[in-house]
């Protein structure tokens, strides 16, 4: 209790949260970084995968090879991405290796929703004269959208808590002030930042469920 009780006087002491090291600037870093990694992994998996489940054809492998990129480490990326041209682009490491990380639930999901879509519902559009264009935007993609926001949602929390990553790679973000605890000693800093981080990731949880929620409901499912 010692220890939690001195993580919770180190993150209400008004002095840990202004200036470039403090709470806030390192949370609006961390934000940024989520987002921004969210926004290419979705321009990056999305398409493909939208394409690839209306078409029918090339999916389960798409989502194969994807899903094995799983199996490497974040961190392990993060390093080799280091030791090449790449690790002279700032943060580009960084978000190269959570780009890598997020694209795989968000195509799985995609995909799945894609595929889940009732087929006798796009053979009666088909049967109306709807081009593949108008099948994809007007039937397909509304009733797979619960699960593509799945999809989402399980990308974005998966970056909060990866983001932390940064740190290591000397960017920004919650995970600054984790390695700082570490260098200083301190276990109080230590596990306040890994609250920071937790309550970071359930606040961007509920937000997107929130937003599952307003979606429309006659394909809901799961994430996978």
């Known amino acids: 209790m010692t220890t939690l009780t001195d993580a919770w006087a180190w993150l209400t002491d008004p002095a840990h949260w202004p200036g470039d090291d403090g709470i806030a600037h390192r949370l609006l870093q961390h934000l940024w970084l989520t987002v921004v990694c969210l926004a290419v992994s979705c321009l990056i998996a999305l398409p493909v995968a939208l394409l690839l489940g209306h078409l029918g054809k090339g999916g389960a492998l798409a989502v194969n090879i994807s899903n094995a990129g799983r199996a490497v480490p974040t961190f392990a990326v993060l390093v080799l991405l280091l030791l090449t041209p790449v690790g002279r682009w700032g943060e580009g490491p ?82 600054r002030i984790i390695t700082a605890g570490f260098n200083l000693a301190s276990t109080p800093q230590v596990m306040a930042g890994a609250v920071l981080v937790a309550a970071f990731a359930l606040a961007v949880e509920a937000v997107f469920v929130a937003v599952e929620r307003l979606a429309p409901a006659r394909a809901r499912g799961g994430g996978r």
């Open 94 to 175: 960084t978000v190269v290796a959570l780009v890598l990380f997020a694209v795989p639930p968000l195509l799985t999901n995609a995909y799945v929703g894609m595929r889940e879509v009732d087929r006798d519902v796009v053979q009666a559009a088909r049967g109306m004269g709807m081009t593949g264009g108008q099948l994809l935007r007007r039937v397909e993609l509304p009733l797979a959208l619960p699960m593509v926001l799945t999809g989402v949602r399980i990308a974005a929390v998966q970056l909060v808590a990866t983001a932390t990553i940064a740190a290591l790679a000397g960017g920004g973000g919650l995970g």
